[in-house]
C-alpha cells in the first residue's frame, strides 16, 4: 500500500502562484508513476500533469501547459507542482495519484493510488 498526502492548496488571486506537494508513504520502494488530478464542484475529475518515475517523462494538460511544472524528488517521496499564472479556472480539488509502475499516464483508470486532495481555490 502506498499513502498519498497532498498538501499546499489556499486562496490565491488571480495571477498569483501556489506549490502543492504530494507526500508518498508506505511502500514506496518501487518505482512508481505520479499525477496530478483535479475536480472542481459540478465537473468530472480532470487530468492535469503526470510524470515518470525518473521524471524525465511529463506530460500536462494543455489548459495548464506554459504555467504549471510539475517535479519529484524521489529521495524524499514527493511530487511538486508548481503552479504560476493562476487563473479563476484553476479553481478545484486537486488530487495526487500514484501506480506502481515507472510511466507516467493522463489515464485516471492507471493509478492505483490516491490522496484526499487539497483545495485550491483562485479569487478574480
Known amino acids: 500500500q502506498v499513502q498519498l498526502v497532498e498538501s499546499g492548496g489556499g486562496l490565491v488571486q488571480a495571477g498569483g502562484s501556489l506549490r502543492l506537494s504530494c507526500a508518498a508513504s508506505?511502500?514506496?520502494?518501487?518505482?512508481?508513476?505520479m499525477g496530478w488530478f483535479r475536480q472542481a464542484p459540478g465537473k468530472e475529475r480532470e487530468f492535469v500533469a503526470a510524470?515518470?518515475?525518473?521524471?524525465?517523462?511529463?506530460y500536462y494538460a494543455g489548459s495548464v501547459k506554459g504555467r504549471f511544472t510539475l517535479s519529484r524528488d524521489n529521495a524524499k517521496n514527493t511530487m511538486y507542482l508548481q503552479m504560476n499564472s493562476l487563473k479563476p479556472d484553476d479553481t478545484a480539488l486537486y488530487y495526487c495519484?500514484?501506480?506502481?509502475?515507472?510511466?507516467?499516464?493522463?489515464?485516471?483508470?492507471?493509478?492505483?493510488?490516491w490522496g484526499q486532495g487539497t483545495q485550491v481555490t483562485v479569487s478574480s
Open positions: 510524470i515518470s518515475w525518473s521524471g524525465d517523462i511529463t
Open positions: 495519484a500514484a501506480r506502481r509502475l515507472p510511466e507516467a499516464r493522463a489515464d485516471a483508470g492507471y493509478y492505483d493510488y
Open positions: 508506505g511502500r514506496t520502494a518501487s518505482n512508481y508513476g
